[in-house]
């Protein structure tokens, strides 16, 4: 089959794919299997070649992949169950102090979440939050939206997270990830000071049971509790070592490939030697800690989280590799005119479909990516600059909403004490604004760079 019936097929598919992860709760790298699998036998891969096919695609993806976010998980978790995310939150209060809570708590989001997930993340922070609201009188619906603003921006934006990470991989950027980063940080800025104004605005309509007067000494409680629960905590020093390193030798890295120097040093760069590296100086954080008896326990829990999230990636890149051996490819390309006009808009607007539609900016970003990736040269997107660029507007895209079928969407909402509608208001309104804000300054950037 080629040519309009294909392209009928195809928007069939994506459809279809929607409707079997958000609607029928079928899990998506099932689902993503059987819509590739349909797709490439109506799309005309003959019966001998399409498990090749598969293979090749699900292969190709988790080398590129895999042992990345396997180390990236397991350097978070570390952080998290050592109390190393908590002590680096603690510092970024000490630095910026009680004058400014908003911003102290969405920048301390926004690190937090670099190695962490946005949902552990806030479960992480809400005591800090909490904490740092009554000591200043900030409005608690203000200081919880603001929180998830920060956590959710490095989330979908900066690797090692699995969405921009897995985005990277599937769109050719695995080893060029320092630039993936830079972009994410630059793209972060924006974002958050239209979060931050959003926040302030909208946080004190919002009157929540956490908003009545609570006697100091019992969310001081609750703070030196959770401060407690760890047994000993780690050097602020030594927490930043994990997420620090492996940026440093990335771009070193980077650096010396761009001077053609190879060796050690362009070695120790690749994304897996350097968080490899990274994983090791978590380690560290244990045997600070004097937790290393539980070493077994801790990485056996986290590639249990890490699983799923290879399998998802793993998947979307075979549907990828479906779509590049049909016609589709070759149908857009001839008839490219309208695609190409949309531009970054295009990955944008599918990021935004998939996100809304069943929740999971992960599952968005991997998605999307795996779609986007045969039709890079059609949209006039080839250096690494402007793939980076494609990078970002899935991202931006990933934000555009947060609603019932997120599970980040469902933790603010029960640990802010917010009423669903409530957090429609606020949750919701505030991702929509984060990713438009995005997808404009993307925009902007690509008028002057592609």
């Not at 030196?224 to 020093?237: F, I, M």
């Not at 997107?381 to 600059?385: A, D, G, R, S, Y």
């Given at each position: 089959m080629t040519g309009l019936p294909l392209m009928g097929v195809f928007v069939l598919s994506i459809i279809f794919l929607i409707l079997m992860i958000s609607k029928w709760k079928i899990h998506p790298f099932l689902s993503l299997l059987f819509v590739s699998l349909v797709f490439g036998l109506i799309g005309g891969i003959p019966?001998?070649?399409?498990?090749?096919?598969?293979?090749?695609?699900?292969a190709a993806t988790f080398k590129s992949f895999g042992l990345v976010v396997i180390f990236g998980t397991l350097i978070g978790f570390i952080l998290e169950k050592t109390g190393a995310a908590f002590q680096l939150a603690d510092a970024i209060v000490r630095v910026i102090g009680k004058k400014h809570p908003v911003l102290a708590i969405q920048l301390m989001g926004w690190v937090v979440c670099i190695p962490v997930f946005s949902d552990s993340g806030f479960v992480i922070l809400n005591p800090v939050r909490r904490a740092l609201a009554q000591r200043t009188g900030a409005s608690p619906a203000t200081m919880a939206i603001a929180l998830s603003a920060g956590l959710f921006t490095s989330h979908v934006f900066i690797p090692?997270?699995?969405?921009?990470?897995?985005?990277?991989?599937?769109?050719?950027?695995?080893?060029?990830?320092?630039?993936?980063?830079?972009?994410?940080?630059?793209?972060?800025?924006?974002v958050m000071i239209a979060a931050y104004f959003y926040s302030v605005w909208i946080g004190p309509k919002i009157i929540t049971p956490e908003s009545e007067a609570v006697p100091d000494e019992d969310v001081?409680?609750?703070?030196?509790?959770?401060?407690?629960?760890?047994?000993?905590?780690?050097?602020?020093?030594?927490?930043?070592t994990p997420i620090v390193v492996p940026i440093i030798l990335m771009a070193i890295g980077s650096i010396s490939s761009a001077l053609g120097y190879s060796g050690v040093l362009t070695f120790i760069g690749t994304p897996m030697i350097a968080l490899a590296i990274g994983f090791l100086f978590a380690v560290l954080l244990?045997?600070?800690?004097?937790?290393?008896d539980r070493f077994y326990v801790f990485v056996e829990e986290g590639l249990r989280t890490v699983?799923?999230?290879i399998l998802i990636t793993a998947a979307g890149g075979v549907l990828g590799r479906?779509?590049?051996?049909?016609?589709?490819?070759?149908?857009?390309?001839?008839?490219?005119?309208?695609?190409?006009?949309?531009?970054?808009f295009f990955p944008f607007l599918v990021s935004v479909l998939f996100k809304t539609a069943q929740g999971s900016a992960t599952v968005a970003m991997v998605t999307t990516s795996s779609l986007v990736a045969p039709l890079l040269p059609t949209l006039g997107?080839?250096?690494?600059?402007q793939i980076g660029l494609v990078v970002m507007a899935?991202?931006?895209?990933?934000?555009?909403?947060?609603?019932?079928?997120?599970?980040?969407?469902?933790?603010v909402t029960n640990f802010s004490k917010m009423t669903p509608q409530q957090a429609y208001r606020s949750q919701t309104v505030v991702t929509g604004v984060m990713g438009c804000t995005a997808m404009v300054f993307i925009w902007i950037l690509g008028l002057f760079i592609l």
């Open positions: 019966l001998t070649e399409i498990t090749n096919v598969i293979g090749d695609g699900f090692p997270t699995p969405g921009p990470l897995a985005s990277a991989s599937n769109l050719g950027l695995g080893d060029n990830l320092l630039l993936v980063m830079a972009l994410g940080a630059l793209v972060s800025i924006p001081e409680a609750a703070y030196n509790e959770l401060k407690k629960s760890y047994t000993r905590l780690p050097s602020t020093a030594l927490s930043l244990l045997m600070d800690t004097h937790m290393m699983g799923p999230i479906v779509i590049s051996s049909t016609d589709v490819v070759d149908f857009i390309s001839n008839n490219a005119t309208q695609l190409s006009s949309l531009g970054l997107m080839e250096t690494p600059l899935i991202s931006a895209g990933s934000l555009v909403v947060s609603h019932a079928n997120d599970s980040h969407f469902w933790v």
